[in-house]
């Protein structure tokens, strides 16, 4: 299994970014995706996670309100729309996907990640 993880980039304060993820090399339906971050000198940080038929989603409180999760299955791909950036979203993004029907704000729930992408924000 490969995810790929794309469309960050550097961005200014109060504006969006929207990420991707393409999971490839699947044998399985069914899975939770989640999206996690880690800036440097911090410990990896739960983003948000998505149920594979989309109807539920859990977010870190940090970005509640501001993105927003979503998946379309047909096209294999998840989102994750980010709005009202901030400087403290600056990190790496990493899209993970856990074979478990629970949402998870723990990364050790998660079988597979991808490399992530580099999220700028300047303020």
């Known amino acids: 299994v490969q995810l790929q993880a794309s469309g960050g980039g550097l961005v200014q304060a109060g504006g969006s970014l929207r990420l991707s993820c393409a999971p490839s090399?699947?044998?399985?339906?069914?899975?939770?995706i989640g999206w996690f971050r880690q800036a440097p000198g911090k410990e990896r940080e739960f983003v948000a996670a998505?149920?594979?038929?989309?109807?539920?989603?859990l977010y870190g409180d940090s970005v509640k309100g501001r993105f927003t999760i979503s998946r379309d299955n047909a096209e294999n791909t998840e989102y994750l729309q980010m709005n009202s950036l901030k400087s403290e979203d600056t990190a790496v993004y990493y899209c993970?996907?856990?074979?478990?029907?629970?949402?998870?704000?723990?990364?050790?729930?998660?079988?597979?990640w991808g490399q992530g992408t580099q999220v700028t924000v300047s303020s």
């Open positions: 993970a996907i856990s074979r478990g029907i629970l949402l998870q704000y723990n990364a050790r729930s998660y079988d597979y």
């Open positions: 090399g699947l044998t399985f339906d069914d899975y939770v």
């Open positions: 998505i149920s594979w038929s989309g109807g539920s989603t």
